[in-house]
């Protein structure tokens, strides 16, 4: 496996596992803020009152739900922006260092410029340790 791809799955599996994290937050505080309108409706309005179980039990899991997918993308979406400024940086010190050296800064060499540096940072981090 390349390491352009292997990057890519960890990066998809760092994605998930904060989607999940942030849905089921998300989805357990919308459920709680449903279950209180809906207690509060059954407190204070007659009509309400007279709805039944399954229709009250519809609304809190539809705010739940709600609030899963709303939590989720919002976290994904910002997930994926720290991903970009992160990317767009070491692609612009990419080129820039690409650049000083009189190379045309193509993805390949950008791919192999990021390969020295892992290298040099991983033979660092053994001299310290």
Same mark, same amino acid.
């Not at 209180?36 to 009152?49: D, I, N, Q």
């Given at each position: 496996? /390349? ?23 998300? @989805? @357990?505080?919308?459920g ?15 009509? +309400? ?11 809190v899991?539809?705010?739940?739900? +709600? ?43 950008? @791919? ?9 940072? /991983? ?5 310290m340790?």
């Open positions: 496996m /390349s390491e352009s791809a292997r990057r890519l799955g960890e990066d998809a599996d760092r994605a998930y596992a904060i989607q999940v994290a942030a849905g089921t937050k998300s @989805a @357990a505080i919308y709680v803020l449903g279950l209180g309108a809906v207690a509060l409706a059954h407190c204070t309005w007659p009509f +309400f009152r007279h709805q039944t179980l399954a229709f009250k039990s519809f609304l899991s539809t705010s739940a739900v +709600f609030g899963l997918a709303i939590g989720a993308d919002n976290a994904l979406l910002s997930h994926e922006a720290e991903r970009r400024r992160s990317e767009n940086a070491i692609r612009r010190q990419a080129t820039l260092e690409l650049t000083r050296r009189g190379m045309v800064p193509t993805e390949t060499a950008i @791919a192999k410029w990021r390969a020295e540096k892992t290298q040099q940072s /991983s033979a660092n981090g053994d001299r340790g």
